[in-house]
């Protein structure tokens, strides 16, 4: 199990896949299961409910997205990365609602090169494990059919082909390819270079989790944000 700092070293090492293949397929249509094994569906429809099996996610907003969790209470995210199901901050997206006070802090990020969404919470409310160090999730998995199996994410409408998430009892990242307390929605610079492409002396390479390299590369850092707008808190609601 990945400690919680390297598991957000890995989400921003990860990101070299996303930054070569390129942010999205472009709309399409939602279709029932996406994958061989998938234990959810993908055609969701518009009704919410905390039984929903759905694994489509929607990344649109600082106040409107999903993430990944346990669709029951008990297993590590290790354990269940193969089936969990989406937990929204919105109804409308036919998955299940995070309950109010899941999110306690949620920073959304536009740069050239990838969208994110980061923050903190009490996820035990959306059935992730009490002092559960976390895990990372992405739409490649073992077996190349992704983890969640079938898994699908949309930004506003568009089908988004590589994205990478880390989550854990308190703390969340989901970051998509076309900090602190708070609750805001920013534009951002870009890091020096695409998330995965290192130049050295001259020389450029990139790296991916499992390529050999030692010692991995130095995560870059963070674009400056700017043109923050603030908004006083990101929803959930009663749980059905």
Known sequence: ?????????????????????GAARGSEKRTSTSQPGQQGYNDCGTTNSQTSECQTAVVNSVTDFCLWAPPTYGPTIGD????????CTQDGHGTRTMPAGT?????????PHYTQVTG??????????????????????????????GALVYNNGVAIQEWTSFISDTEF???LVPDGSGFDQCEGDSTEYPPGIYVENGVTSTYQQGD????????????????????????GGVAM
């Open 1 to 21: 199990m990945l400690s919680r700092s390297s598991a957000f070293a890995l989400v921003a090492l990860s990101l070299s896949t996303l930054a070569n293949a």
């Open 80 to 87: 269940s990365e193969e089936y969990e199901v989406a937990w």
């Open 103 to 111: 999110i306690q802090s949620a920073h959304y990020l536009v740069t």
């Open 120 to 149: 903190t919470g009490d996820f035990t409310k959306i059935n992730i494990l009490a002092g559960d160090s976390g895990g990372e999730l992405d739409p490649h998995g073992a077996d190349g059919n992704g983890n969640p199996i």
């Open 173 to 175: 990242c989901l970051a």
């Open 212 to 235: 050999g390299s030692n010692p991995a590369p130095t995560a870059h850092a963070a674009g400056a944000s700017s043109n923050c707008q603030a908004v006083a808190t990101v929803g």
